[in-house]
């Protein structure tokens, strides 16, 4: 994620971030009173990150998830806010890109073999995702954090027979998400990030499956401070 000036946001998509504070809030005082004493550390950290000051934050990311043991690509954006550089706040919008076909039933053609009555299928999965992020580790080179999360969304399947789309059936998706991150400086303006998670269903678990995820994260904070200061010496 990269991040930049307050910038003055709708109402609803401060209101879930506001939600979000809440949600955290109230995780971390449960983790306080039963954890051990780094989780009640971390817990008072971002309890104390939350109060401070905070720049919009901008982001690309891709996730690899294994679902039914067939591997998707999702892609998403994210947008939020980063308190104290330390604790981030963000939603961000999910889709997966998938154009492989997989046999769904095969009631004559027999093993390893289709014909005419063979039905496939494609399936995948769009979410919006309420997550938090926390930097437990920041060398300006190196940035390791914690994310999770949990998102709303539709899962679907198409099925098709004789190459010919014949219907299409949906299913509400709840993914919790949770994982483990790093980053690493490129240059002044972009980071590039990889990780590795999990994402449990509360609702048609057979979305259920782990995944990796990569992506850039641009310094937008960075690059507006820069522009402007250009765009100020270029007047004189």
């Known amino acids: 994620m990269g991040y930049s ?18 949600f955290l809030l109230a995780g971390c005082l449960v983790f306080a009173l039963n954890g051990n004493g780094q989780l009640r550390h971390m817990c008072d950290t971002i309890r104390c990150d939350l109060k401070k000051e905070n720049t919009l934050a901008l982001g690309l990311d ?3 998830s294994f679902i039914r043991d067939l591997q ?20 961000g919008l999910y889709t997966t890109f998938n154009r492989k076909k997989t046999v769904y039933d ?19 999965m769009t979410y919006l995702n309420l997550e938090g992020e ?35 059936t949906t299913a509400l998706v709840i993914p919790v998400e949770a994982g483990f991150n790093a980053t690493y400086k490129l240059s002044w303006w972009v980071w590039i990030g990889a990780g590795l998670g999990t994402r449990v269903s509360l609702a048609s ?5 782990p995944f990796f995820t990569y992506g850039l994260q641009f310094q937008t904070e960075e690059i507006y401070k820069r522009t402007r200061k250009w765009f100020e010496s270029a007047k004189r």
Request: aromatic letters at 20%; glycine letters at 10%.
């Open 205 to 209: 678990q057979k979305y259920n499956g």
């Open 5 to 22: 000036p307050n910038i003055s946001q709708p109402f609803a998509f401060n209101f879930a971030v506001m939600m979000m504070k809440r």
């Open 62 to 64: 891709s996730k690899n």
């Open 106 to 124: 095969n009631p004559s053609a027999g093993y390893d073999r289709t014909d005419s009555n063979t039905v496939f299928n494609k399936f995948g």
């Open 72 to 91: 998707l690509t999702m892609y998403g954006a994210q947008v939020g806010y980063l308190f104290n550089k330390r604790t981030n706040i963000h939603i």
């Open 134 to 168: 926390y930097y437990f580790y920041n060398s300006g080179k190196w940035r390791f954090s914690i994310p999770a999360g949990i998102g709303l969304g539709m899962g679907w399947d198409k099925y098709y027979k004789n190459n010919q789309y014949t219907h299409k």
